[in-house]
């Protein structure tokens, strides 16, 4: 998996490259690679953005160059580009990323993530270089950075050795194994603190009554999504 980030900020990025599950698939072959719009802004002192049409507060990120940050960066014709690999533009208001959007794009060989900042992208952007606009939730962040790094996060320990146990990942919450619904509450040492009780069937030793009351758990929680 090859992921390039588009972004005003790559220096946000390089804790991201040492966590330990992203580590562990960057040593077997994956890369993440920072793209810095302004590298390429054919736009004099490094402008990479503008007033917009129609007034209003903010700046908003010019179609020029982000067309020229993908052309630069890819040497081919921007619009051809998503034909190629999905190209995400990162946006409050587009798909909601989800259990089902992450192995999609885990399944990907590259991803292009595009980070927007201030008011955002001029809409030109969203319809002519992006194959998917993703947002991590109902709610404004100040950039697409920490977004990328959500989707980055997500997509990446879905990959062969990026976990210390591969099975950690085959039932967690919303994973095929668990019926898509949330995981079943755990529990560790000491089995009594300050009075609260560790359910007895998980101190029993009785494989499949545990499977049975995990997976029952894990059933009731899918009838309340709310916590
Ligand atoms: C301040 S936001 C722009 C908000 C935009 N004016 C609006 O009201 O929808 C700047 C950038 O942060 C990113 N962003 C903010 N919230 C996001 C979210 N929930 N999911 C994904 N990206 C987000 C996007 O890339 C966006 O272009």
Redesign the pocket.
Known sequence: MKIDIFTLFPEWFGWLSRERHVANVLARGSEIECVDFRRYTPLSGGQVDDTPFGGGA?MV?RVDVIDAALRGHYGVEPVELRSRRRVI??????RLLDEALVNELAAEPALTL????????DERILENFASDV???????????EP?AMVICDAVLRKLPGALGDERSAGEESFSEALEGNPEYPHYTRPAEYRGWTVPEVLLSGHHERIEQWRRERSRERGGRRDR
């Open positions: 903010g990120l533009a990162l946006a409050p208001a587009g595009l980070c927007g900042r201030y008011e955002g992208f993703v947002s991590i939730g109902r709610y404004v962040l100040s950039g697409g977004a």
